[in-house]
């Protein structure tokens, strides 16, 4: 019994409020704080490499609709595929739940790309920045979990362990037992990431080697997430027995390419550092786009 009395009983209700016929939710607060705290965190970093901060407000819509259609995607194609083909439908049925970061991952690549591609950015220089921000999200969807109640770990007898009540899809002989709180520990993780890319853009900035900072967070958070499914309760039914569930599968294609890019990054000699529009004058005052001066960087076609 004494792992029972040691462990955090966790019955948080998700809902904060109903307002009117609106549901306010945790999950729902914390998936969009990264995109309000995001925007300040990129705009410090934008204007400290003399990039507008009007670009920030563009690649954040960007980013707000490529992160919730990836997700959205992801998760029937990846987890729910079945319900998909019966009800192609229920994609759009987000209030039912259901996204997955992979998924969400790979709208960001694609958001991240048209953004670049329409606006004279370079490809790996947006990515080498939006992933700082995507650190902190990532932080603030697994505290969302947390709150749901959802993705949780495998039974475990540490002194930290969580019982989740309103988890009934992981009873134990009818009862709620103490688990690893994964959703935790993913946090923690994106966190660390989080001051770990920082510390490192900020030594170098504009001069960071092209690729460097994408490919290292790539590297680590899915090398994480791969290592980390061993603590977590299979999400869907199909992944038990499975040598490597549905998360690590998608996990390990990420990795492979986060460690070409890492091993490639700052090695072209025509374009080492990546490039953007320089459109703040050195007084920090905007100019106009036109009229931008090109980076050292960028290359001359």
């Known amino acids: 019994m004494l792992p029972f009395l040691a462990a955090i009983y966790w019955n948080v209700n998700p809902i904060i409020a109903h307002i009117g016929p609106v549901t306010l939710r945790w999950y729902g607060l914390f998936f969009m704080l990264p995109f309000v705290v ?5 705009t410090h970093i934008y ?3 003399r990039v507008s901060p009007q670009w920030v407000d563009v690649i954040t ?5 490529g992160t919730v259609v990836g997700a959205r995607l992801g998760h029937m194609l990846f987890y729910d595929f079945d319900a998909l083909m019966a009800d192609p439908l229920v994609v759009f049925k987000i209030w039912q739940g259901g996204l997955a970061s992979h998924g969400a991952t790979i709208g960001i690549l694609l958001a991240c790309w048209l953004f670049a591609r329409n606006n004279k950015f370079d490809y790996l220089w947006v990515l080498d920045r939006i992933v700082i921000v995507v650190a902190l999200g990532g932080a603030c969807i ?6 749901n109640s959802e993705i949780v ?4 007898d540490v002194p930290w ?3 989740f ?14 688990r690893h709180p994964t959703q935790i520990y993913e946090a923690l993780f994106c966190l660390f990431l989080l001051v770990l890319l920082y510390w490192m853009w ?7 080697p092209r690729g460097q900072l994408f490919g290292l967070f790539v590297v680590l958070l899915f090398t994480q997430r791969f290592l980390g499914e061993y603590l977590k309760e299979n999400q869907v039914a199909f992944e038990s027995g499975n040598l490597f569930n549905q998360g690590q599968l998608l996990s390990i294609p990420l990795i492979i390419v986060g460690i070409w890019v890492l091993w490639r990054a700052g090695k072209n000699p025509e374009n080492p550092y990546g490039y953007a529009p320089r459109d703040l004058g050195k007084e920090g005052d905007p100019q106009p786009v036109a009229n931008a001066t090109p980076s050292l960087n960028q290359p001359h076609k």
């Open 153 to 156: 770990g495998k039974p475990t």
């Open 61 to 65: 819509i960007y980013m707000l609709i």
């Open 142 to 147: 697994r505290t969302g979990n947390l709150m």
């Open 165 to 178: 009540p309103r988890d009934t899809d992981h009873l134990v002989q009818g009862v709620a037992v103490p």
């Open 161 to 163: 362990a969580f019982i």
């Open 38 to 42: 995001g925007t300040f965190v990129l």
């Open 202 to 208: 900020n030594r170098t900035k504009e001069r960071t």
């Open 47 to 49: 204007r400290s490499e």
